[in-house]
């Protein structure tokens, strides 16, 4: 078939379709049909290499409807509007957020934000897998770690924009608290003299509480040990003063206040510069045992006080022997006051209780 009659049938086509799709105006029985237009499919005529695809009419003037997701174009040939972008919304960044500290033994959450807001979803995310325990493919991940140390969360971003976006974020994880603070007790001298030193010494509970441990005592006649177990005071006026403490670790936090009635100052030789205490170690439950404070100088004024720290107190308050008991295995701490007119010194003392201790036999090879 040559280009000639090629030609010729898809003119008898479109003339055809002309006259098939031809609609005249009609009125009458309340009905007024005053306007028509010629429109009409298409096809394809192929031949000696050639293809010929036509249509009969014009396409539908207008814009494109679009709605619920959808878009309609009129026409044989769509018009009427451009075509969709493939990605409205690319995406252009993604940020992490959450906690940048914890625990072993934590779950921490992390969140992914987009950008922008409105980014064209779906949206996969990919996290690290360090740690990871669930989220992965949605913007929000849960992570946990049984080691201490800095760790590091990143997640990466795609949608049908096409490219990757990533964001990370250093998480510091310390040491699960295992022996959080519960209580804490102040030691020191119930009564002394103005314009001289006192210690007092907070004492946490347990004993063996996960360090750090922050003490932050009240500043009213504070001299010194600011953040420390012992701290030193003294007040200019007699009465009664109070020295009070807040000892934090990990776990929480406790307070105790302590009390102390001061008269006015007299003639002092020998003021207290130490005190130490001596006793055992280690020890059994249920059993009582001793321990002794001695006081530097050896001829420091009299009279001396002495002020024990009370838990597990049997007897000896106020005295400078002190016998303690204890029912429960574990660590514990004993505390000590020695005061006189030149004012105090603290001293503590631990012991290990109910911990036994296997010694294997030493075997010595012959050369």
């Known amino acids: ?73 009129s026409g044989f040939w769509p018009g009427g509007g451009e075509a969709p972008p ?52 949605t913007n929000q991940a849960s992570y946990r770690w049984t080691g201490a140390g800095s760790k590091n969360v990143q997640v990466t971003a795609r949608n049908c924009g096409g490219q990757d976006f990533d964001d990370s974020q250093s998480v510091n ?42 003490y932050t005592w009240s500043s009213d006649g504070l001299v010194s040990g600011q953040n420390m177990a012992t701290a030193t005071y003294m007040w200019t006026t007699i009465g009664g003063h109070t020295a009070s403490v807040t000892a934090t670790n990990c776990g929480g936090s406790a307070s105790d206040d302590h009390t102390i009635t001061l008269s006015a ?8 510069t130490s005190v130490t205490i001596g006793g055992p170690t280690t020890g059994d439950k249920n059993t009582d045992y001793v321990f002794t404070a001695t006081v530097q100088p050896s001829n420091a004024t009299l009279p001396i006080d002495y002020a024990w720290s009370s838990t597990n107190l049997v007897s000896g308050q106020g005295s400078a022997n002190a016998t303690y008991r204890w029912s429960q295995s574990g660590e514990y701490q004993i505390t000590v006051s020695a005061g006189n007119c030149g004012g105090s010194k603290n ?10 201790y296997v010694y294997l036999p030493l075997v010595l090879r012959n050369h």
């Open 1 to 73: 078939m040559n280009i000639r009659n090629l030609l010729s049938i898809a003119l008898v086509l479109v003339a055809g379709l002309l006259l098939a799709s031809a609609v005249l105006a009609q009125t009458g029985d309340g009905y007024d049909l005053t306007w028509w237009t010629v429109d009409g499919g298409g096809g394809t005529v192929s031949g000696s290499g050639y293809t010929l695809t036509g249509t009969a009419g014009q396409p539908e003037p207008g814009p494109a409807l679009t709605g619920g997701g959808y878009t309609l174009y």
């Open 86 to 137: 493939a990605c409205e919304h690319p995406l252009t960044g993604v940020s992490v957020s959450g906690p940048s500290s914890g625990e072993t033994g934590q779950t921490l959450t992390y969140n992914a934000s987009p950008q922008p807001g409105n980014a064209t979803t779906p949206i996969t995310y990919t996290w690290s897998s360090d740690g990871l325990v669930s989220g992965q493919g």
């Open 173 to 214: 994880i310390s040491p699960a608290c295992t022996e959080p603070i519960v209580g804490v007790s102040i030691t020191g001298q119930d009564s002394g003299y103005t314009n001289v030193n006192y210690d007092f010494t907070a004492s946490p509970d347990p004993a063996d509480a996960t360090t750090p441990i922050t």
């Open 265 to 272: 100052q007299g003639t002092c030789t020998d003021a207290i």
């Open 347 to 356: 001293d503590s003392h631990t012991i290990e209780i109910g911990i036994k």
